[in-house]
């Protein structure tokens, strides 16, 4: 209740902010609202494949919801919208317990730990470091030519397990790997299609995995 809390009524008091001063609002959304994707990669037409009455749901719907809410301010009156889907960020400085693959794969990995894979690791996703989604959120949000939604983040897509051995070799680590079961409604496949980001926006990341990675654990090295 409070993850559709905050998604929808935190977003409306933002958006009554924004009516009353005159702001720009930058909405973050997610690449969660493709659910389950049937289409890869994801384009910003694509609806989705959500469960909206599945485990995740609370977080998917939420966003979904915030996205049409911030449409009809922007409809009905006038707000100055701009919405921005993200993909996987990572970097240093990004909390160490909340539960996310990277934080989780890098601790473990430091401590020679068993790496845990949820599934059998041929899952995928694609991450985009904190320094290349902070100059696409302020493209964004200086842009005058668009609204959104855009798609933000790295298209080069990668397995769990390939995401595992990787921070393994770069960390030196012991670590195994092991292995649960998925989650339900767990997505098989993320990647986004930034065509639209690099024609609007002028912008592509330039990050790649391993350097990204790098300096990630060189952070949670230190802390």
């Given at each position: 209740m409070k993850t559709l809390d905050t998604a929808f009524i935190g977003t409306k008091n933002i958006l009554d902010l924004a009516h009353r001063k005159n702001a720009r609002v930058l909405y973050t959304?997610?690449?969660e609202i493709y659910g389950d994707p049937l289409e890869h990669p994801q384009h910003e037409s694509y609806w989705g494949n959500v469960n909206p009455?599945?485990?995740?749901?609370?977080?998917?719907?939420?966003?979904?919801s915030a996205e049409a809410?911030?449409?009809?301010?922007?409809?009905?009156?006038?707000v100055d919208i701009r919405i921005v889907r993200l993909f996987n960020v990572y970097g240093p400085r990004m909390a160490t317990n909340d539960g996310r693959v990277m934080p989780n794969f890098i601790q473990q990995a430091l401590n020679n730990q068993s790496i845990t894979i949820?599934?059998?690791?041929?899952?995928?996703?694609?991450?985009?470091?904190?320094?290349?989604?902070?100059?696409?959120?302020?493209s964004m949000m200086n842009s005058d030519n668009t609204n959104g939604p855009i798609n933000l983040g790295n298209p080069a897509e990668i397995t769990m397990?390939?995401?595992a051995q990787t921070i393994i070799r770069l960390t030196n680590?012991?670590?195994?790997?092991?292995?649960?079961?998925?989650p339900e409604d767990d997505p098989h496949r993320r990647k986004p299609d930034i065509t639209l980001a690099q024609k609007k926006l002028n912008w592509d990341p330039i990050i790649d995995l391993e350097t990204g990675l790098q300096k990630t654990i060189d952070y949670f090295n230190k802390i």
């Open positions: 959304s997610t690449s009455i599945g485990p995740r749901s609370c977080y998917d719907e939420g966003k979904r809410l911030c449409y009809a301010y922007h409809r009905q009156h006038d949820y599934g059998t690791g041929d899952q995928t996703r694609s991450f985009c470091y904190v320094d290349d989604m902070v100059s696409g959120l302020i397990r390939s995401l680590s012991e670590s195994e790997l092991s292995y649960l079961p998925l």
